[in-house]
């Protein structure tokens, strides 16, 4: 992964597990990542303007947002999870959301892949993986459905 390379924190499971406890603080849906030069961009949909005026406005209005989580950024959200499971006595269980666990098991994955690259998309609850890897004979795209 270009952003930790050199670094002793190189795997996309706790990157990605980072992320998606974010995403699910933010109550974000149908998300799509990219991994850019200094991050990662997302972009997903989320629900504002929620209420309880009126029947038409309580259900908000869903927009897409775009996210850039820059390497610092990254690194925060890593050092905060390390500090929660870490402390002593150790705090309540928390209760992964849908986009932590999902996520942390592609960052496995792709762990295991060992990509120079990635990209993925949720379509309909399911995630489609895009792994540029790097071969003997050259780089190559390799896609994968969870």
Not at 12 to 24: K, P
Not at 64 to 89: C, H, N, Q, V, Y
Request: proline letters at 5%.
């Amino acid at each position: 992964m270009r952003i930790y390379e050199g670094s002793p924190r190189q795997d996309f499971e706790e990157v990605f597990r980072s992320i998606g406890a974010f995403l699910d603080q933010r109550g974000m849906k149908d998300v799509l990542l990219v991994e850019a030069p200094d991050g990662f961009i997302v972009q997903g949909l989320v629900v504002s303007g929620q209420s309880t005026s009126t029947w038409s406005d309580a259900m908000g209005t869903q927009t897409k947002e775009t996210l850039t989580f820059l390497d610092d950024d990254i690194a925060r959200f890593m050092d905060e999870a390390t500090a929660r499971r870490g402390r002593t006595p150790p705090p309540p269980p928390h209760e992964a959301g849908y986009y932590e666990t999902a996520f942390r098991v592609l960052g496995r994955y792709m762990d295991q892949q060992r990509p120079r690259d990635v990209f993925f998309f949720e379509q309909d609850g399911a995630f489609v993986v895009r792994l540029l890897i790097q071969g003997q004979q050259g780089s190559h795209h390799e896609l994968a459905e969870f």
